[in-house]
């Protein structure tokens, strides 16, 4: 069992190894739309992988993540476009606000559980969606905040080239998922995972159950801080439905159909997610409904998401 285990993580290893090596020699041979999507889907990922730390790792099904992705997506825009703060501080300060938020908004949502927390999660998110529509002096409201200017690393470093750009955020989706990885073999991930598999147990063996989901809460946010706020430089324009009950519901979908718990579900779901969306709604405005389709075939099929089904099929087991 334990060289199963140690060859299946080996497998793990290798899989990420090949798909960043993808992603560094690939982009130069592309064609621009392709390098364009495989960018968002970096910095989605990023916002997925924190997602996966409160639903895979902690069993804190947050339904309003967007929330923080869109804090550092407009503190990064305010900062840049009003008061030309530069990279350095819009980025750090883009996270640090978003975990400022997620701190205050922690201590509502987790004297809750369940379907409460649920609730709570989702309604403070649709505040926040509601507070940057109407409150356009300082948000831009419905128009959002456009020409984002992107870092100016001299003249040697084009970061408006599509493909530098996407370097550029690759850097921040390796560091991201090296943390993240970091923080799950952690003693304090594996404690998490303690309380996500038994909450009593961890408590009875004395362990303070409250304390470790509030901090889970805000990493989490802090990290869909940073892709928010790469984001805003990816994309170069930030509004309301970057805070939406859609992207909220894209997070939720990107994790729970690549296989919460997995890290690299999260990203399988942020692929799968950022190129159908784009395909799809080329072709028909209710690209929506047709991720619900994907998201009820997936609970029904593979209950445990993409990641799910195939140790499924590994195993030998029926699908």
Known sequence: ????????????????????????????????????????TMVYAMAAMSLDV???YTNL????????????????????TRYKAGFAVSLFSSIGIAAFASALIGLLALRTTGIYFLLITLS?????????????????????????????????????NHVHF???????FVLSLILIVLLIRSPFGKTLVGIRDSETRMKVLGYDIWLHKYLAFIIAGAFAGLAGS?????????????AGLDQCMEFVLMVSIGGPGTLIGANIGAL????????????THRYLLILGIVYVLT??????????????FGRGQEP
């Open 299 to 312: 609970a029904k099929y593979a209950p445990d998401g993409i990641m799910g089904l195939i140790r499924r």
């Open 124 to 160: 403070v998110a649709m505040s926040i969606w509601g507070l940057i529509y109407q409150w356009q002096s300082f948000t831009g409201g419905d128009n959002g905040i456009s020409d984002i200017p992107r870092p100016d690393f001299g003249r040697w470093i084009n970061i408006n």
């Open 54 to 56: 409160l639903i895979g």
């Open 166 to 172: 996407h370097y550029f955020i690759l850097i921040f």
């Open 1 to 40: 069992m334990m060289a199963q285990t140690l060859f299946s993580k080996s497998l793990l290893v290798m899989a990420l190894g090949a798909v960043v090596l993808v992603l560094i020699i690939l982009p130069p041979v592309l064609p621009t739309y392709v390098v364009i999507l495989l960018s968002q």
């Open 272 to 283: 799968l997610i950022t190129f159908m969306k784009n395909m799809v709604s080329g072709y």
């Open 230 to 242: 790469i984001y805003a430089y990816f994309n170069r324009f930030v509004g309301p439905g970057d």
């Open 61 to 80: 099904g947050s339904l309003g993540h967007a929330s923080y992705f869109a804090i550092g997506a407009f503190a990064t825009a305010i900062l840049e």
